[in-house]
């Protein structure tokens, strides 16, 4: 693991081929309104995501860091700066554009887990295959990779409300992942999870992003699961700082 004071600068003796960047961030600024006054959130970001990598964006509530995911996926768009991702530049593309790679090429993971509670593991993963346009002849074989992949097989017919905690965050990793999505985002994920629980997730993303050769960028404040990163970016006030 590393910690970098800014990723825009020097990252030290590794220098990857540029064809190992999966998605650029250069100068973003953004800026919300407030009770009448402008608040500055993000202020001149740089950042570089690499293929095959888990990264990990550090801080606070109110540093920044779920406002950079969102314009990371494409939820939200720049006042300030470009976003380019995988040659797409999603700063400059329209809700639609950007609704389209979001379902086919990105991941997402959220703290509150976002399964359906009538549908079973199963039937959540399969959503997500028949979202993203895959052929109706892989929604089975993939759904139950995914879930094996995750350590959910056998429960792959249970609802969520018949999952613990741990069981449902591991099903919203499955459904994330089984449109093959390069870039895969997660939001506190083990926000919601007691500390082993936390640990037995982050485990869960080293193996997807191994077996799947994907890219993981994730949100959190939880300096406990920080040893599994290969790089964590430290944010505060809106900038990336030192540890």
Sequence with gaps: MDIFQSPSGDEGERKPAEDDTILAVTGVERSFV?????LDVLKGINLTLRRKQLVMLRGRSGSGKTTLLNLIGGLDVPDRGSIVFSGKPLHEWNDEQRTEVRRKEIGFIFQSFALLPLLSAYENVELSLRLAGAPRATWKERAEFCLELVGLRRRMFHRPFELSGGEQQRVAIAKAIAHRPPLLLADEPTAELDSQMGAQIMTVFRHVM??????????????????VADHVFEMADGKFVSA
């Design 34 to 38: 407030a009770n009448g006054a402008r």
């Design 210 to 227: 191994e077996t799947e050769q994907m890219t993981i960028c994730m949100t959190t404040h939880d300096p406990t699961i920080m040893e």
